[in-house]
């Protein structure tokens, strides 16, 4: 079964504008993370946020973490026809395991 | 640095016949995941290595599933026999986990082998 679950499955843009994603999920985790893949390649690490942390930057990144509602946003500023990807989250099956359980990630298409 | 390899890239296959995929690691990383995804859904784990020992195999359909980590370097996947169902892209993914940290670290992802079966 499936942890987390990404809201919206799809979004569309237009290039310069701002794109949010949000996750939520079922258990208490550890850490949480987000991943961007690309049509037809793999995954990609984009940032890890921990349990005891509300937000993290990376660049054009901002993510925040709410424990108590159990969610998580990814908001991309500025975004750029190369960020068209899918976007999925990923926690721990279980606390303090190595092991990921992604959504089913959103979809994102910027139009440039 | 070189990332994780996979190969082949697409395998297209009649069912029931078998089928093979191949993974190397990035160098150093002593666990390695095998994922299976679907078409518009996010990976779903298969298996799970710590260097050579299957520690999370559990989603394996171990009727016609198999893995193996020799060497606890590189792995193989095999399907036998495939089956229509098993049409999907199969990812590997490796990490560098230690004792003592909180538990899941970041993942590094092959591009995958896309299977297609007949």
């Known amino acids: 079964s499936q942890q987390g679950e990404e809201d919206p499955q799809a979004l569309s843009i237009q290039e310069g504008e701002n794109a949010t994603m949000n996750c939520s999920y079922k258990t208490s985790i550890n850490n949480l993370q987000w991943y961007r893949q690309n049509s037809g390649r793999g995954l990609v690490h984009l940032i890890l946020?921990?349990?005891?942390?509300r937000e993290k930057h990376s660049g054009r990144l901002r993510v925040t973490l709410d424990t108590s509602k159990k969610s998580s946003s990814l908001l991309i500023t500025a975004s750029r026809a190369a960020d068209t990807a899918s976007y999925f989250c990923?926690?721990?099956?279980?606390?303090?395991?190595?092991?990921?359980?992604f959504g089913k990630g959103t979809k994102l298409s910027v139009i440039p | 640095e070189a990332g994780v390899v996979q190969s082949p890239r697409y395998k297209i296959i009649e069912k029931k016949q078998p089928v093979a995929f191949w993974c190397n690691p990035i160098?150093?990383?002593?666990?390695l995941y095998w994922y299976l995804q679907n078409l518009g859904q996010g990976p779903e784990l298969l298996i799970r290595?710590?260097?050579?020992?299957?520690?999370?195999d559990s989603q394996l359909p171990k009727d016609r599933f198999s893995a193996e980590r020799l060497k606890g370097v590189d792995s193989t996947l095999k399907i036998q026999p495939a089956e229509l169902g098993d049409s999907a892209v199969y990812l590997c993914a490796s990490s560098l986990e230690q004792a003592g940290t909180s538990g899941a670290n970041e993942q590094f992802f092959g591009p995958g082998t896309r299977l297609t079966v007949l």
């Open positions: 946020i921990r349990s005891n942390e």
């Open positions: 290595y710590e260097n050579e020992e299957a520690v999370d």
């Open positions: 160098s150093g990383h002593n666990t």
């Open positions: 990923a926690t721990p099956g279980r606390a303090g395991s190595y092991q990921l359980t």
